[in-house]
């Protein structure tokens, strides 16, 4: 069975960082493209960032330039370093894969 386990998320001020993880286990992790998607209150799930087996990466606009996705197949992870974090950021934020959806984290960025 596969499980996606994400971590990271919390309380950071605007011009903050975070970094989630996201571990998989129950498949072979380096066969699929990784992404994160995220939800805020009262809005539609978003697709935030892509990566594929390949490392090749993709964001959204408003998140070009301030997150990074990253992958360790040797750890069976996917990475989301955010930067320079505004409140608009703030949603629960999902890891994703052809397989299946993580149980979700919430990052808020207040002040």
């Known amino acids: 069975q596969v499980q996606l386990v994400e971590s990271g998320g919390g309380l950071v001020q605007p011009g903050g960082s975070l970094r989630l993880s996201c571990a998989v286990s129950g498949t072979i992790f380096s066969l699929y493209a990784m992404n994160w998607y995220r939800q805020a209150p009262g809005k539609q799930r978003e697709l935030v960032a892509t990566?594929?087996?390949?490392?090749?990466?993709n964001y959204a606009d408003s998140v070009k330039g301030r997150f990074t996705i990253s992958r360790d197949n040797a750890k069976n992870t996917v990475y989301l370093q955010m930067n320079s974090l505004k409140p608009e950021d703030t949603a629960v934020y999902y890891c994703?894969?052809?397989?299946?959806w993580g149980q979700g984290t919430q990052v808020t960025v207040s002040s």
């Open positions: 990566i594929t087996t390949g490392g090749s990466t």
């Open positions: 994703h894969m052809a397989l299946g």
